[in-house]
């Protein structure tokens, strides 16, 4: 599996993104897929996962509401379109896919065995 994420960059406090990441390598439609962040000198986090259909999502606590994932099955793609982002959404972003978890709780980075390279997050206030 190759996983590709894009669409970071400088915002304000406030403003809304949309990252992307495109998958590639094996059959996109069975695996659940998920946004994690790490932000500076912290642990890499949970932010959102979705299942194989995109019907079920999960959200960590501090992005309900303002975050949705979503998924293309038709040309490979999940998106997580991030809106009211606050100085500590600040963060490099990582898509991750695996093919045994549902996309329905709260997940560890090791839930997932696939990684994409990240895409850089930075909100100014």
């Known amino acids: 599996v190759q996983l590709q994420a894009s669409g970071g960059g400088l915002v304000q406090a406030g403003g809304s993104l949309r990252l992307s990441c495109v998958f590639s390598?094996?059959?996109?439609?069975?695996?659940?897929m998920a946004w994690f962040r790490q932000g500076p000198g912290k642990e890499r986090d949970f932010v959102a996962a979705?299942?194989?259909?995109?019907?079920?999502?999960s959200y960590a606590d501090s992005v309900k509401g303002r975050f949705t994932i979503s998924r293309d099955n038709a040309n490979n793609l999940v998106y997580l379109q991030m809106n009211g982002l606050r100085d500590e959404d600040t963060a490099v972003y990582y898509c991750?896919?695996?093919?045994?978890?549902?996309?329905?709780?709260?997940?560890?980075?090791?839930?997932?065995?696939?990684w994409g390279q990240g895409t850089l997050v930075t909100v100014s206030s």
């Open positions: 979705i299942g194989q259909t995109g019907v079920v999502t």
């Open positions: 991750a896919a695996d093919p045994h978890v549902n996309g329905r709780y709260d997940y560890r980075p090791a839930d997932f065995a696939s």
């Open positions: 390598g094996r059959t996109f439609k069975k695996y659940a």
